[in-house]
C-alpha cells in the first residue's frame, strides 16, 4: 500500500441507485437526488463539493428510475439554442456549466442490494487508487468542502478517512457508529464500527456522515461481504473488517449536514438555502416572520 501516498484522490463514486422509499410518492417516477433546493437539484450540489476538493471524476452507480441524472450532467443542446436566441446569458452560462464540471461515468447496480454492494459496482472504474465516497442525498454546508477535509487526512496517513458528525444518542440507530480513540483534534483512529446500533450497543455518538475517502482494498473485503442489516451488503461492516486489517481514521467534519432523503431534512434544507441566497433572503425571512407570528397568535 506504499504507492498510496504517491497517488491523488481523483475519482469519486456518488451511489443513487436506491429507492427513496423515505420520499414517497415523489420518489416514484423520479430519483430523490434530483429534488430541487430552492432551484438546483441535491445531487449538483454534491457534485460541486466534490470538484471544489480537487475531484476531476465523477462515477455515479445509477439505477433504471434514474435516467434524470444522466441529463442533467449532460449538454441539452435545444435547450441552450432557446436561450442563446433569446439572449438569456446568464441562464445559458449556468446550464451550460454544469456538464463541464468533471467528466462524468454512469454504472448500473443492476438490483438495490446495498450501499457496498453499490461501492463495489464501481470497481471497474476506480482501479488500484484511492477514491472518495459521497452518498447522493447528504448534503454538506460548510467553510470547506467536507470530503476535502477527509482527503487532507487521506493525504497524511494514506489510509480509509470516514466523515464523522455527533448525533443524539436517541438517533444512534438511524447511522453507521464509529468508536475509537481522539488521537488529534478532530480525528479518531477507528476501532469498532456498528450499523445502526441501538443506543445501549453504540461504542459512542459519532455518526458516519456520507463521506468516505477509501483504498482499493476495500473491494476485496465487500466481495466477502455477507448481507447485514436490511439484508442488504453493509459499507459499513465491510469497513469495520477492515479496520481490524489496517488502521482506519474518523474525520469529525466541520459544517452543517442535510439528510435530504428524509422529509424533515429536507425541509430544513431548503430552507437554509433559501436564507443564503441573496435574491430570496429578505423576501422568504418576511414571509417566514410572518408566518410564525400567525403559528404562535393561532397556538
Ligand atoms: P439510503 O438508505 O439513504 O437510500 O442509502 P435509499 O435506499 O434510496 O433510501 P430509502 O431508505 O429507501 O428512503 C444511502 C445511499 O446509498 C445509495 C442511495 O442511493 C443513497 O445515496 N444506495 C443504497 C445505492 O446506491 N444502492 C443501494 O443498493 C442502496
Known amino acids: 500500500m506504499e504507492y498510496l501516498n504517491k497517488l491523488k484522490v481523483k475519482k469519486a463514486v456518488i451511489p443513487v441507485a436506491g429507492l427513496g422509499t423515505r420520499f414517497l410518492p415523489a420518489t416514484k417516477a423520479q430519483p430523490k437526488e434530483m429534488l430541487p433546493l430552492v432551484d438546483k437539484p441535491v445531487i449538483q ?8 476538493a480537487g475531484i476531476e471524476q465523477i462515477i455515479f452507480i445509477t439505477g433504471r428510475h434514474k ?5 442533467h450532467f449532460d449538454r441539452n443542446l ?3 439554442r432557446a436561450l442563446e436566441e433569446k439572449g438569456k446569458r446568464e441562464l445559458l452560462k449556468t446550464v451550460k ?10 454504472i448500473r447496480q443492476k438490483e438495490p442490494k446495498g450501499l457496498g454492494h453499490a461501492v463495489l459496482t464501481a470497481e471497474p472504474a476506480v482501479g488500484n487508487e484511492p477514491f ?3 452518498l447522493g442525498d447528504d448534503v454538506m454546508v460548510g467553510e470547506k468542502p467536507a470530503i476535502g477535509e477527509l482527503i487532507e487526512v487521506f493525504k497524511k496517513f494514506s489510509c480509509p478517512v470516514l466523515g464523522l458528525q455527533e448525533v443524539p444518542k436517541e438517533e444512534v440507530s438511524n447511522y453507521g457508529i464509529a468508536g475509537g480513540k481522539l488521537v488529534e483534534e478532530n480525528l479518531i483512529k477507528v476501532e469498532s ?6 443506543p445501549s450497543e453504540a461504542p459512542s455518538n459519532y455518526a458516519i456522515a ?3 475517502v477509501l483504498t482499493p482494498d476495500i473491494f476485496t473485503v465487500l466481495k466477502r461481504t455477507k448481507p447485514g442489516k436490511g439484508g442488504e451488503i453493509q459499507l459499513t461492516d465491510a469497513i469495520a473488517q477492515l479496520s481490524k486489517e489496517r488502521a482506519v ?8 449536514r442535510y439528510d435530504t432523503g428524509n422529509k424533515l431534512g429536507f425541509l430544513e434544507a431548503t430552507i437554509d438555502f433559501a436564507l443564503m441566497r441573496n435574491d430570496l433572503r429578505e423576501p422568504f425571512l418576511k414571509f417566514l416572520k410572518e408566518k410564525l407570528k400567525e403559528e404562535l397568535r393561532d397556538g
Not at 435516467?67 to 441529463?71: C, K, N, S
Not at 456549466?97 to 462524468?104: N, Q
Not at 464500527?193 to 441501538?198: F, T
Request: net charge negative.
Open 193 to 198: 464500527l456498528v450499523e445502526k446500533p441501538s
Open 45 to 52: 450540489y454534491i457534485v460541486e463539493e466534490a470538484v471544489k
Open 210 to 212: 456520507g463521506r468516505y
Open 67 to 71: 435516467r434524470a441524472i444522466e441529463d
Open 97 to 106: 456549466e454544469i456538464s463541464d464540471l468533471a467528466d462524468f461515468i454512469f
Open 78 to 80: 435545444e435547450l441552450e
Open 132 to 134: 472518495a465516497v459521497l
Open 249 to 256: 481514521y474518523g474525520r469529525i467534519i466541520e459544517g452543517k
